[in-house]
Nanobody, 123 residues
Framework: QVQLVESGGRLVQAGGSLRLSCAAS????????MGWFRQAPGKEREFVAA????????AYLDSVKGRFTISRDNAKNMVYLQLNSLKPEDTAVYYC????????????????WGQGTQVTVSS
C-alpha cells in the first residue's frame, strides 16, 4: 500500500505558476505509476498527467500539454506537477494518485489517492 499527501495549492493570478508536490509512503514507490487528477466544482474528476514508475513515460491531458510538467524523485518518494501559464479554468482540487502497475489515464484504474490540494486561478 501507499499513502499520498499533496501540498502546494494556493490562489494565483492567471498567467502565474505553481508547483504541486505529492509525498508518498512505502518502500516500493518506484514500482508505482503516479497520476495527477483534478476536480472542479460541479464537474467530474478528470485526468491531468501521469508518469511511469521509472519516470521514462508521461502522459498529459491535451489542454495542459506545454503548460504542465509531471516529474518524480524516487529517492525521495515524491511526485511533482509544475503548473505554468495558469488559466482560470485550471481552478480545481488537484489529487495525486498511484497504481502499482503501468501508467494509466483513467481515474478508475488508480487505487490510491491523496486528500487533494486546492488550486485557484484568478482572472
Amino acid at each position: 500500500q501507499v499513502q499520498l499527501v499533496e501540498s502546494g495549492g494556493r490562489l494565483v493570478q492567471a498567467g502565474g505558476s505553481l508547483r504541486l508536490s505529492c509525498a508518498a509512503s512505502g518502500r516500493t514507490f518506484s514500482r508505482y505509476a503516479m497520476g495527477w487528477f483534478r476536480q472542479a466544482p460541479g464537474k467530474e474528476r478528470e485526468f491531468v498527467a501521469a508518469i511511469s514508475g521509472s519516470g521514462s513515460g508521461t502522459a498529459y491531458l491535451d489542454s495542459v500539454k506545454g503548460r504542465f510538467t509531471i516529474s518524480r524523485d524516487n529517492a525521495k518518494n515524491m511526485v511533482y506537477l509544475q503548473l505554468n501559464s495558469l488559466k482560470p479554468e485550471d481552478t480545481a482540487v488537484y489529487y495525486c494518485a498511484g497504481r502499482n502497475t503501468g501508467l494509466a489515464t483513467t481515474t478508475a484504474l488508480y487505487a490510491y489517492w491523496g486528500q487533494g490540494t486546492q488550486v485557484t486561478v484568478s482572472s
